[in-house]
């Protein structure tokens, strides 16, 4: 090896050379020290006690998070330890948890080591076999997603008392982290159920909280574990401070609105402009003892949006997609509905320097070109921007779209394709959100009606909901497909060509594409960061230009409204907030 080759892989891998290391960064350096205490956006001596309770809209009938069947609680995470714990402000860097250490001895390998008093909620002692079991069930009766997450690791194995050893098929700079992020079960547990079920009979963890009781379509109560064994590790200290963590289920965001207010609950992220503005005027602020505050972040907002199923006839075609982009006039729902409060969303990675530039560099034309034929042409030489619904102009482009596609209105004004089959289409929504999402719906169900097109909207119950996406089920939803300052992997989950027919992904909108598949594999395979932006400034110029979604709006904070009687850090992590760091005053 030369003298570059080595230096090469130890700037890139630090790790690798066979020691042991308490913690693991995708770019470089830890930011805190082998002999750090706690986080800096945490306060180590919070005091313990009282109780966290908030609302969710989502009833559920299984406590097993990690199968497809079923939908899980809000909050059930508390309950599993991981074999690493993420920083919070860092871009993706993990610390000890179960694993005490971690080394790498080369870069197609990573080898955990299991901390000595790692224990579950029963007593038991975790071992380096729960890991080895854990990930065999999840990659092979769990959630779809993590077939696509493990897809490259080769071999698990124990290695000496307390390692375990996971060796891959090829270089995968972010697969060691991923790994890290392994929820860990115990293997006699997952011995005595049949883990593809649903279940109400929770799985035994070793997180810091235990579930205390819950009605699946009311309510679940967490408690937490005070002889939890990593209390006192350092990922740990001044988070998980309230005794108990209740979350209430409500139908309706209106209804949940007015529990806030009678102090049925603590915290509501308010999502509505409206009623950010209208609903909590300063005298009920006052009388309630509330108070609103906006948290900022330095995430990248992800694509919150109406989203085609290219499954269904009517949306394969491109052109057909575009033009029913022009039916949204964000500007007019932004003012009249929402205050001029939201940003058009313009990127799968908004708010960041992941966002593609107007042009492709040269970089980015280097990974397009060799699929040149199979890409829009404007995607080489044209920023991206959203189409507007403002002018008439704008319809006679969605008319010309819609014609060039094989769509024709006819004398009674509705679009019809050549052999008579009238443009109509179904938008699948969750039932608690009505009072939100029709006030939207409206004018653009008026502005597709312009064009000829009959939608409908149609709201059902969560698990009803659940099960028709994990099928694919639908013509058309609102979805956000989150993104990270690093990403990676679980790009294959909601983008990648085979997830399309993998029933429970997230790729809703059917992506299947050889130029998306590439680029994926481009994001996973990046050895720099330079490396990663391009690859994503291509990957996101490409959604863009695929139309897969008519993009919603974003803005670079959460809007909370909270009761006044929670302590709450001084440092804020990238998220711009971490309730599990507050505490009650």
């Not at 950010?276 to 009920?284: G, L, R």
């Amino acid at each position: 090896m030369s003298k570059f080759a080595f230096f090469f892989l130890c700037f890139f891998f630090p790790f690798i050379g066979g020691a042991q290391e308490y913690g693991f960064s995708l770019y470089g350096d830890l930011k805190y020290p082998n002999s750090f205490t706690h986080f800096d956006y945490v306060n180590p001596t919070a005091p313990k006690g009282g109780t966290l309770r908030q609302a969710t809209f989502s009833s559920f009938d299984t406590l097993n998070p990690f199968a497809l069947q079923g939908r899980s609680p809000t909050g059930i995470g508390l309950v599993f330890d991981t074999l690493l714990a993420q920083s919070g402000d860092e871009v993706f860097s993990l610390y000890g948890l179960v694993a005490q250490s971690i080394e790498q001895p080369s870069s197609k390998e990573i080898i955990f080591y299991i901390n000595p008093k790692a224990r579950f909620q029963n007593g038991e002692k975790i071992l380096p076999l729960d890991v080895l079991e854990t990930f065999k069930t999840l990659k092979e009766k769990g959630q779809p997603f993590y077939r696509a997450y493990y897809k490259n690791v080769m071999k698990a194995e124990q290695v000496g008392e307390n390692g375990v050893r996971f060796v891959f098929d090829k270089e995968n700079r972010e697969l060691p982290l991923i790994l890290g992020q392994l929820p860990i079960l115990s293997h006699k547990d997952l011995e005595t159920r049949d883990f593809k079920k649903t279940t109400l009979t929770p799985l035994i963890s070793s997180g810091p909280y235990k579930i205390a009781s819950f009605d699946g379509g009311r309510y679940i109560l967490y408690e937490r574990d005070k002889a939890y064994w990593a209390k006192d590790l350092p990922v740990n200290k001044g988070r998980y401070n309230f005794d108990f963590i209740r979350y209430d289920v409500y139908r309706d965001s209106t209804v949940a609105l007015e529990g806030l207010k009678a102090g049925a609950f603590d915290i509501r992220i308010e999502n509505e402009s409206k009623k950010w503005v209208n609903a909590y005027p300063k005298d009920v602020l006052l009388k309630k003892n509330l108070k609103k505050q906006e948290f900022y972040h330095h995430y990248p907002s992800g694509m919150q949006g109406f989203v085609f199923n290219t499954r269904r006839p009517i949306f394969k075609d491109r052109r057909v997609r575009k033009a029913l982009n022009y039916a949204f006039d964000f500007d007019w729902v932004n003012f009249h509905l929402f205050n001029g409060l939201y940003k058009r969303t313009e990127s799968y990675f908004d708010n960041s320097v992941l966002k593609a530039p107007p042009l492709p560099s040269k970089e980015e034309l280097f990974l397009l070109s060799p699929f040149k034929k199979d890409l829009p042409p404007e995607l080489f030489d044209t920023p991206f921007k959203n189409p507007k619904a403002h002018k008439k102009e704008d319809y006679l482009k969605a008319l010309s779209l819609l014609k060039d596609a094989g769509w024709q209105v006819d004398k009674q004004g509705i679009l019809r394709d050549v052999n008579g089959n009238a443009f109509s289409f179904e938008i699948l929504l969750e039932a608690g959100s009505q009072s939100t999402w029709e006030r939207v719906f409206r004018p653009l169900l008026r502005n597709l009606e312009k064009l000829g097109i009959k939608a409908s909207l149609r709201f059902i119950d969560s698990v009803q909901y659940k099960n028709r996406l994990d099928s694919f089920d639908f013509d058309m939803i609102v979805h956000v497909f989150g993104q990270s300052l690093s990403p990676g992997n679980e790009q294959r989950y909601s983008f990648w060509g085979a997830s399309s027919t993998l029933k429970g992904t997230s790729n809703f909108a059917g992506v299947k594409s050889p130029v998306v598949d590439f680029l994926i594999e481009k994001i996973v395979e990046a050895k720099t960061y330079s490396e990663l932006k391009t690859a994503v400034h291509a990957f996101d110029r490409v959604l863009l230009f695929n139309y897969y979604v008519i993009p919603n709006w974003y803005t670079p904070c959460f809007r909370v409204v909270f009761r006044n009687i929670f302590g709450i850090p001084q440092k804020a992590p990238f998220s711009g907030i971490d309730i599990q760091s507050w505490w009650i005053k």
